[in-house]
Structure formats: C-alpha cells, structure tokens
C-alpha cells in the first residue's frame, strides 16, 4: 500500500516562503510522475507543479517562476519550495504520484492513482 504524506503547509505573509515535502512509503516517487496539486474552497483541485518519470518539471502559469518543485530519491521525497507567496495561493495543498511511467507529468487529476491527505497553506496579506 502506497502511502504519500505531506507536510510543510502553514501561515506565512505574503512575499515569504514555504517548503512543502511529499514523503513516500514506497520507492513510487523515484520511479514515477509525482505532483502537488491545490484546491480552494468549492473548486477542483487544480495542477499546480510536477516532476516526471525522467525529472522533466511542469508549472502552472500562476506559479511560474516563483515555485520549484524538486525529487529526493533517497528519501523518496518530493519537494514543493514556494516563494514570493501570495494570498491567492492560499489553499489546500496535495501530493499525487502517478503509476504510469510518462516523460513529462500530466496534469489532469484522474490520472493520478496515489493522494496524500493534504497540507493547509495560508498567506496573509
């Protein structure tokens, strides 16, 4: 049973930083697509970063040049690092890690197979 954990989430004020970890039970992290995901209130969840099979990473534009996402295979750990944050980046925050091997990370939900349970994160204003 594959079990992805995420942790990082917190309040910060706008212009600050966070680093969300998305740590893994199994070694699916160091072989497949994994993605943070975000969801606002009544919304779907929506794309935000991932990291694909071969390390190729993909951004929402939204996020673009402000978060990096990042793969520790050591630590099966997948890292969210998000700076200059803004209040529209509150929300609640996923890891999803995907079974099929792809070279670049899809960003449609339903293809992913493994969820975490969430991490909050909150910037104030």
């Known amino acids: 049973q594959v079990q992805l954990v995420e942790s990082g989430g917190g309040l910060v004020q706008a212009g600050g930083s966070l680093r969300l970890s998305c740590a893994a039970s199994?070694?699916?992290?160091?072989?497949?697509?994994t993605a943070w995901f975000r969801q606002f209130p009544g919304k779907e969840r929506e794309f935000v970063a991932g990291?694909?099979?071969?390390?190729?990473?993909d951004y929402a534009d939204s996020v673009k040049g402000r978060f990096t996402v990042s793969r520790d295979n050591a630590k099966t750990t997948v890292y969210l690092q998000m700076n200059s944050l803004k209040p529209e980046d509150t929300a609640l925050y996923y890891c999803?890690?995907?079974?099929?091997?792809?070279?670049?990370?899809?960003?449609?939900?339903?293809?992913?197979?493994?969820w975490g349970q969430g991490t909050q994160v909150t910037v104030s204003s």
């Open positions: 999803a890690a995907d079974r099929t091997v792809r070279a670049r990370v899809t960003t449609n939900i339903y293809d992913f197979d493994y």
């Open positions: 199994g070694r699916i992290i160091t072989t497949y697509p």
């Open positions: 990291i694909s099979s071969t390390g190729a990473t």
